[in-house]
């Protein structure tokens, strides 16, 4: 739960590849556009309230579609992220990737490691991106984490709370989502967040990336800041 200084965003990218074979384009071009509306949004956060912003660039499942469209969105990121890092640390974005990184190809990795070092001071919006992301994956990971603690002696299974448990999560340190967005009209969570979004208000959009908008952020957050929110009270 966060404070009334503090709210976190969370967002599936959803229809980039649609918005883009309907206008007879690669389905690149579509990602492209993606790239565009991310830039504009995390410019956008900052003055609307938000204080943490995580996407969903790339999950563990997507390594099924076809390998040039993967090398595409992996690369991308990188070279989208890396433009715009002079302006992010003017804004003191901080950006941190979370997901298993193991198997991302080693030029995305530096790069990575690059990007989360020049903002790593920063202290302004967290901008969370999961590459190479599932939700249990990143739950499988910390019960395997806090697992090799107890037979290293550091910790006992009695010690396990919820917050010893989201100190093993590769989101560990944010707030849980207030909000999480899906666009593009599909109505499932697809593996995003799945520990940390218990509470977390849900909005499905029909709108796809590439036409989202600081507008159709700002309208979330105002339907948001109308419902009443109760943690499973009364």
Known sequence: M??????HV???MDGNGRWAVARGLPRVAGHRQGAQVVHDIVAAAPGLGVTALTIFAFSTENWKRPADEVSYILHLFVAMVTKWLPELVSQHVRVRVIGDRGALPPDVRASVETIESRTASCDGLHLNVALNYGGRAEILHAAQAFAADCAAGKASPSDLTE???DSYLWLRGEPAPDIVIRTAGELRV??????????AELFFLDVLWPDFSAATLESVLQEFRSRHRR???S
């Open 2 to 7: 966060t404070t009334d200084n503090q709210l």
């Open 10 to 12: 969370a967002i599936v």
């Open 163 to 165: 917050d010893r448990f």
């Open 190 to 199: 697809s593996n995003f967040l799945l520990w940390e979004m218990a509470y």
């Open 231 to 233: 943690f499973g009270g």
